[in-house]
């Protein structure tokens, strides 16, 4: 696959270039236009998250900053020593990211917080790139199916071959393995189908395997 360099000006998706577009007459103070990676390029833990939402990276421009999905994150990420502070408000916090680096299936808010297949797709040339800057060991660490997917797509690999499922590892690479975790969405976390114990737990095994103390082979 080809690459193709990020750019915030991006509008290969009609559908969510025109949505961004009604937001930003909405909502003027917004970031509103495609929202690029943060964090240190090529760091061996890779976050795949699956949009930005709304109220939260489309109007900061950092992906997981204030809206729900980024509170256990960054909390997560901080009480693993991923992150130099807790909490993510805005993009000049001051907060930094240690060893790790956040994207998103697809950089543009959809409606409804739900991208097509073929905005997946279209996104999916940007992922690759984020994957090629990868050097092992390294973990890509998908939160939910849809990022999961995106990245056996960015891999030529077939989704059939590697199923979802949370805290489940597949060695995809010679230099990263894939981690699967539950989305931490409000929904998922109010409801209980990922608690702090267990996002807790993902990145205890992300750290064994960048420590080499679990083969990814053997737990796949």
Do not use: W
């Amino acid at each position: 696959m080809r690459t193709l360099s990020f750019s915030t000006n991006c509008t290969r998706c009609e559908r969510l270039a025109g949505f961004l577009a009604e937001v930003r007459k909405d909502h003027p103070d917004y970031f509103g236009k495609p929202v690029p990676s943060f964090g240190p390029a090529g760091a061996p833990v890779l976050i795949v998250g699956l949009a930005p939402g709304m109220h939260g990276a489309n109007a900061t421009g950092r992906p997981f900053t204030g809206d729900h999905a980024g509170i256990l994150l960054y909390q997560t990420l901080y009480d693993f020593g991923f992150a130099n502070q807790a909490e993510a408000v805005a993009a000049d916090d001051g907060l930094e990211l240690i060893e790790c680096r956040i994207t998103n299936a697809v950089r543009c808010l959809p409606p409804q917080n739900k991208p097509q297949l073929d905005e997946v797709k279209h996104c999916n040339h940007y992922l690759r790139a984020e994957l090629d800057e990868l050097q092992g060991p390294a973990v890509v660490l998908a939160l939910g199916k849809i990022a999961h997917d995106a990245v056996l797509r960015a891999l030529a690999l077939r989704l059939s071959a590697y199923p979802f499922g949370h805290e489940h590892v597949h060695q995809v690479s010679d230099d990263f393995s894939l981690l699967d975790s539950y989305h931490c969405s409000r929904y998922n976390t109010q409801t209980r189908r990922l608690t702090p114990a267990m996002f807790g737990n993902v990145f205890k095994r992300a750290r064994r395997i960048l420590d080499g103390k679990e083969s990814p082979a053997a737990v796949c």
